[in-house]
């Protein structure tokens, strides 16, 4: 009875936004004039995933699986979920190829239609699994699992970052729906762009703090446990000031997000290390002894590795730099000839502006990165890396209300 009791209370938090996509500083109605007709229906989704978590919770049918069974059942789910995606993209090049014809592209979809039930099917039960797998490492590391951890894969909406083009800020962050196409977002970011002076784009998203969470579909399990642990932590930290005051500031904004990912990957390392350790990452390759002085060298050294994210870091510095001496347009200039050169090193990045900082540099759990010099990252970091305890970190940032915060709390020794 207490479940029941916990999970009802749990579903009235849905109510309250509990996602980044969600929540929007100060007035709407201008942005809302260009996207009131594509946004997306959180609360029919919640709605829906709510009555499907509910029914999940009263049959429960994982607890007559060993654990290895449960582990299989996943493990089974994920390779089907890679079948699908191999099937769609080879459909998709069917209707692209003029020599396929119309009986192999419409065998395919009937294909695909077999297997999407199959996924229908098996879906549900990997999710009640991994939810009670991530639950177990979390209620380890001395979390209280309220809510309780629900989570469901999903397409997910689209999200609309808009950012002044005078400095890198989210102004609005507005979830879109997942059937609109490339086209539609070009034209949301074209008139939004033109009619407000601002920087706009359209982003995906992997995973939304709602409840239960919404988790892109993929058949990558490692990505996925992080996901679900980094949302479910999203709902956690709702429940205190941090998470409450999201948007309250750019500080707070970021806090909330390296909070997540760092937390959120230390649980998904873990789950993935006991329930599937033949998806652990190799150990790193022994170090080669040193040539000696009288050695020739064994030949040319190799070309330099392309590393993305400090290139995106320098990219960061030096977009700041012009945005506060004032030349807006010298750092659009600038960003447009970075994003060239990305793609001639492999990396397509579709439009490199103020409103992809704003969005992608609020995860600052790497020194490097799209975060550039934000000094806020930085001290999650540090205190994440002098915390005793994953709950001792989560519980100190969970409390905090501003990044001066923060900056105290590291200040003060530990005793």
């Not at 962050?173 to 008139?191: K, M, P, V, W, Y």
């Not at 100190?396 to 900056?407: H, I, N």
Request: proline share 9%; aromatic share 10%; hydrophobic share 40%.
């Amino acid at each position: 009875m207490r479940r029941f009791a916990s999970l009802l209370i749990a579903l009235v938090l849905s109510l309250t936004p509990t996602a980044s996509e969600l929540r929007m500083p100060g007035p709407e109605a201008g942005i809302r004039h260009y996207t009131w007709d594509t946004e997306f229906d959180y609360l029919s989704w919640i709605a829906r995933a709510a009555a499907l978590k509910l029914g999940q919770a009263t049959q429960a049918p994982h607890r007559f699986l060993d654990t290895e069974a449960q582990s299989e059942h996943v493990r089974a789910t994920m390779a089907l979920v890679q079948h699908i995606l191999n099937a769609e993209e080879q459909l998709r090049r069917l209707h692209a190829d003029p020599a396929s014809t119309p009986s192999e592209r419409d065998a395919l979809a009937a294909e695909l239609e077999r297997l999407y039930t199959l996924r229908e099917q098996a879906a549900p039960l990997a999710e009640s699994i991994l939810q009670a797998q991530v639950s177990a490492v979390f209620a380890e590391e001395g979390f209280a699992v309220f809510p309780p951890l629900l989570y469901h894969s999903t397409p997910l909406p689209w999200a609309l970052i808009v950012s002044p083009r005078d400095h890198i800020a989210q102004q609005h962050n507005i979830s879109l729906r997942t059937e609109l196409t490339l086209a539609d977002h070009i034209r949301i970011e074209d008139e939004v762009t033109a009619g407000m002076d601002v920087s706009a784009l359209v982003v995906p998203v992997g995973g939304i703090g709602v409840y239960p969470t919404m988790v892109a579909q993929t058949s990558n399990l490692n990505w996925l446990v992080e996901t679900i642990a980094h949302e479910w932590l999203h709902n956690y930290l709702t429940l205190r000031p941090l998470g409450f005051l999201y948007y309250h500031s750019r500080e707070l904004t970021t806090m909330n997000e390296t909070t997540a990912t760092l937390a959120g990957r230390q649980v998904g390392e873990a789950v993935i290390a006991r329930y599937y350790p033949e998806r652990l990452p190799p150990p790193p390759p022994p170090v080669e002894p040193q040539t000696s002085p009288e050695e020739p060298p064994a030949g040319p050294p190799p070309p330099p590795v392309f590393d993305f994210r400090a290139e995106m870091h320098e990219t960061r510095l030096q977009v700041d730099a012009l945005l506060e001496a004032g030349q807006i347009d010298e750092a659009e200039a600038y960003m447009e000839a970075r994003r060239l050169f990305f793609w001639e090193h492999g990396f397509a990045i579709r439009k490199l502006n103020q409103a992809y900082f704003a969005f992608y540099g609020s995860y600052a759990d790497s020194p490097t990165g799209p975060a550039g010099a934000d000094p806020v990252g930085a001290a999650v970091r540090e205190l994440y890396a002098l915390s005793p305890s994953l709950k001792d970190f989560v519980g100190r940032m969970a409390w905090l209300t501003s990044f001066e915060g923060l900056q105290s709390l590291l200040a003060v020794p530990e005793s």
